[in-house]
């Protein structure tokens, strides 16, 4: 069974940083495209940052330049490195893995981390 546990949320102060870390267990990792994704209160989730199993990046607009993503299939980790953090980033932080095989699409998600960006 596949299972994302996601670590590292928390309160910090407008500007700060936090580093989000994301552990699958059950699967062959490095296989799994992995994403970030986030929901703002009373927004719909959107996705944040991705990370193919090749190791291409790509970020949302809103979070170019302060936030950077990074993989450790050895670890099967997937990071969030958050820097210059805004109130508008508050949000609860979710862990996303997909593959597409055999036409078949299996995604999973963790439970999700909480991020509050307050003075």
């Known amino acids: 069974q596949v299972q994302l546990v996601e670590s590292g949320g928390g309160l910090v102060q407008p500007g700060g940083s936090l580093r989000l870390s994301c552990v699958g267990t059950?699967?062959?990792?490095?296989?799994?495209?992995m994403g970030w994704y986030r929901q703002g209160p009373g927004k719909q989730r959107e996705l944040v940052a991705d990370?193919?199993?090749?190791?291409?990046?790509s970020y949302a607009d809103f979070v170019k330049g302060r936030f950077s993503i990074s993989r450790d299939n050895a670890k099967n980790t997937v990071s969030l490195q958050m820097n210059s953090l805004k109130p508008e980033d508050t949000a609860v932080y979710y862990c996303?893995?997909?593959?597409?095989?055999?036409?078949?699409?299996?995604?999973?998600w963790g439970m999700g981390t909480q991020v509050t960006v307050s003075s």
């Open positions: 996303n893995s997909v593959r597409t095989w055999r036409s078949r699409r299996y995604e999973y």
């Open positions: 059950g699967t062959i990792f490095n296989l799994y495209d």
């Open positions: 990370i193919s199993s090749g190791g291409a990046l």
